[in-house]
């Protein structure tokens, strides 16, 4: 295995929390280098995992504590969407006092985008903030969920209602971690990895000129579209915090149908990353019905989604009324208006307010499946 290690160098710089990210196929094995170099008095460390995924490098990770003469505690919890609720945020709370914690207790969160948005909003929140790790072990953790210091949880109502900004001390990304994940929530990743494909025009490119590779997950394509990605990803929000708060914003692409889809189906039909697909596609063919682009960013933008294995086209069964009623809530309207990320050419996205609810529910029919 190639040894492919890059540091992003503190990316909110400007925040009072620093954040480092790793991305090093040995990720897990240097994890007590990692955590020394924190140069921090810990009292313990907690790691909250879920049940898929502690099986696979709880003990890693346990050792890695262990390594450096901390006590090692563990949360494990039940995986999937369903669970990011206040039920599971208030049961970690409460199991962390049991446990002992402190303010100089550690968090390891080891898992998917569920678990570091779930982890790093209870790490937010007990004892009004205490240091975490992030080991995101999916594609999309890795992408996307682990890197911004946005958590949060899930109401009935809606998706992320609730949550924290709040960085982790440090986000290490083993590419190792993904060979167990499935072709499903591999594929998932990819539409957060295409949506920074149409953020950056150069590369949504290499996307194009090396799905094969990618879907045979070579290594060092994976590792350089981690590291393409957290780039990006982390540029965004230092333009952000440089006094352009609305660009993070772009982030959200696709994510306004995204999240009423998953809403509509109770998380049942399709992952994250699926609903994403969907939702850019959608955004994509409303931003056709305005003008702003042409059939042929459509197209190409449907096409690399579809070669990636990503679904373009929702179930009819799904009423458009409950789809309207979960965009709605999207948390980017302002006064009852409807405010949009759309793109306007390959490499570029813009939020656009005031968009009609006809032509929403107009795009919506539209990307329904017909049988
Ligand atoms: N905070 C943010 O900026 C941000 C950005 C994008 C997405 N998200 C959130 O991320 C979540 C989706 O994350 P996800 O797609 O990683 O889902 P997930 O965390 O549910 O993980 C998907 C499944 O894969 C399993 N799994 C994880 N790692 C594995 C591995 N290495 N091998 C085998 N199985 C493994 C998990 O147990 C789970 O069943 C959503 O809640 C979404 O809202 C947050």
Not at 250 to 263: D, K, M, R, V
Not at 296 to 311: S, W, Y
């Amino acid at each position: 295995m190639v040894h492919f290690k890059k540091y992003l160098g503190n990316p909110m710089a400007n925040s009072h929390h620093a954040c480092q990210i790793c991305i090093n196929p040995k990720g897990l094995e240097e994890l007590p280098q990692y955590i020394k170099e924190l140069k921090k008095e810990y009292s313990c460390a907690v790691i909250i995992s879920d049940e898929n995924v502690f099986p696979l490098f709880g003990d890693a990770v346990i050792a890695a504590v262990n390594e450096c003469h901390l006590r090692a505690d563990t949360l494990i919890l039940p995986p999937g969407e369903q669970n990011k609720n206040l039920i599971t945020a208030n049961f970690c709370w409460e199991r962390l006092v049991t446990l002992g914690c402190d303010r100089n207790t550690l968090m390891i969160v080891l898992g998917g985008g569920v678990l570091t948005d779930l982890g790093g909003f209870v790490a937010s929140t007990f004892m009004r903030g205490i240091d975490v790790i992030f080991i995101p072990t999916t594609l999309l953790g890795m992408v996307d969920a682990a890197i911004g210091g946005k958590n949060g949880i899930n109401l009935p109502s809606g998706k992320n209602m609730i949550g924290t900004r709040y960085h982790p001390k440090l986000i290490i990304s083993d590419p190792s971690c993904l060979e167990s994940l499935s072709d499903h929530e591999f594929r998932s990743g990819l539409a957060e990895v295409i949506k920074y494909g149409v953020i950056d025009s150069h590369f949504f490119v290499y996307l194009e000129q090396n799905v094969s590779s990618i879907l045979k997950r070579q290594e060092e394509k994976i590792s350089t579209i981690i590291g393409r990605c957290s780039e990006i990803k982390t540029h965004i929000i230092e333009q952000e915090f440089q006094g352009n708060p609305q660009i993070r914003n772009i982030l959200n692409y696709g994510h306004t149908f995204a999240h009423a889809i998953e809403g509509a189906t109770d998380f049942k039909i399709y992952c994250h990353g699926e609903a994403v697909s969907i939702g850019m596609s959608c955004a994509a063919l409303l931003s056709l019905k305005l003008g702003f682009v042409d059939q042929k960013f459509v197209e190409r933008q449907d096409a690399l989604c579809h070669k990636m294995g990503l679904p373009t086209f929702m179930s009819n069964k799904i009423p458009l009324e409950t789809l309207m009623d979960f965009i709605k809530r999207d948390k980017k309207h302002v006064k009852g208006k409807f405010c949009l990320i759309l793109p306007t050419e390959l490499g570029k996205l813009s939020q656009v307010d005031h968009v009609g609810k006809e032509m929403i529910l107009e795009t919506l029919k539209e990307k329904q499946l017909v049988e």
